[in-house]
């Protein structure tokens, strides 16, 4: 595999690699904003502009889009996030320029035709009542808005409908221009790519994203505290958070491998403690999402309420143990885990692609696996510890709960014995 990149007169980069065995090519544009670039009156524009960027431009209606890429047998998604906004296709390799055609298409002339935004804001709402409805969805909305209240960073990515149907092209068209320029955007493509020919086409379509960088966000603060919400469901679904480390913070591979060793897997403490040993629970598991400036560690766990409260005594106490005793072979295990996903990664054109272009957008470069795998060789037991450790220390801990009522102890349990932990 050959990586290439090139920067535009426009600001904006294009990161090749080129992938010979392969016949198809997965490419996209993966823009530097989302939900946290979202100013007050803005909630859900992110995600609502992801939308409208398929319904319609000065050249194709909507089911133009869909029906010339289809009628090739390509691929056309999109996806919205709290730092990061992808829109990406994949196709045979001879059509590539026609998804650089498509992609600048509705990225630089969207038509925002308002009674397409009149039947994309029911279709929001819509997708918003599904998650109201949906628990194990709509509970790390509440710990994400318990983790950082009061802040762009918290706030659930697809609005509210209040929100959503306050938008309209005038939103659109601000929202667009203020943030999707050239310096803050990466155009990726990997497979059966050609550098040279993608960057010309690129390059030529793609001129619009001329511009300055956009404003960096406020900074985030992680709080504690607790949301507990009753609802008349089978089991108790509950979400807990602590404060993690940012994107480049040198600690992320060993914190990391402490996740993992704790919720990674079946192999983990917490799977193997909670499930197996003592079968309180059908699903648990353990993450750690890193933003530019902080990060969130999490935990989610669904179980009976009447066995809550014990859950989260086990959690905290295996979360407590895994800072002091993680073992040699339990982080081996996770450090194989690692390097064996992220390996198993480069086989897939389309996670290739987002790799590269995620790690241009927080790191400026291409970050070569042989350094990757290193990183993550260089984690020891200790390193993993004091992760553990310093996760404990750093904050006090944010608890969703939602299920039926009597929910308060379990809430209180988690943040005591955590904060105690700490």
Known sequence: MTVEVTKLRSGLSVVTDAMPQLKTASLGVWVGCGSRDERDDEHGISHFLEHMAFKGTKRRTARQIAEEIEAVGGDLNAATGVEMTAYYARMLEADVPLAIDVLADIL???AFDKDEIAREKNVIIQEIGAVEDTPDDLVFDHLQATAF????????????????????????????????RGPDAIFAAAG????????????????????????????????????????????VHVALALEGVP???PSIYSLQVFTNVLGGGMSSRLFQEVREQRGLCYSIYTFH??????????????????????????????????????????????????KAGLLMALESSGARAEQLAR??????????????????DAVTVESARKAGRDLLARSGPAVAVLGPSGLESTAAIAETLLRKAA
Do not use: C
Request: hydrophobic share 45%; net charge negative.
């Open 247 to 249: 994107q480049r913070d």
């Open 149 to 180: 209240p009061a802040q762009s960073v918290g706030r659930s990515i697809l609005g509210t409908p209040a929100t959503v149907r306050s938008f309209g092209g005038t939103n659109l068209s601000a929202y667009l221009a203020r943030n999707y």
């Open 359 to 376: 790690q241009m957008l927080v790191h400026g470069r291409v970050i070569p696996i042989d350094e990757i795998v290193a990183k993550i």
């Open 289 to 338: 999402s890193p933003y530019m400036d902080t990060g969130m560690f999490g935990l989610y766990a669904g179980t009976d309420a009447s066995d809550s409260a014990e859950l989260m005594r086990v959690v905290a106490g295996e979360l407590n143990a895994a800072a002091g005793n993680l073992s040699e072979v339990e982080v081996a295990r996770a450090k194989a885990q690692m």
């Open 108 to 110: 630089t002339e969207p």
């Open 192 to 235: 059966a790519v050609d550098h040279a020919a993608i960057v010309a086409e690129v390059e030529r379509r793609f001129a619009p994203f001329e511009g300055i960088a956009g404003e960096i966000p406020v900074r985030a603060h992680f709080s504690g505290g607790s949301r507990i919400e009753a609802r008349d469901l089978e089991q």
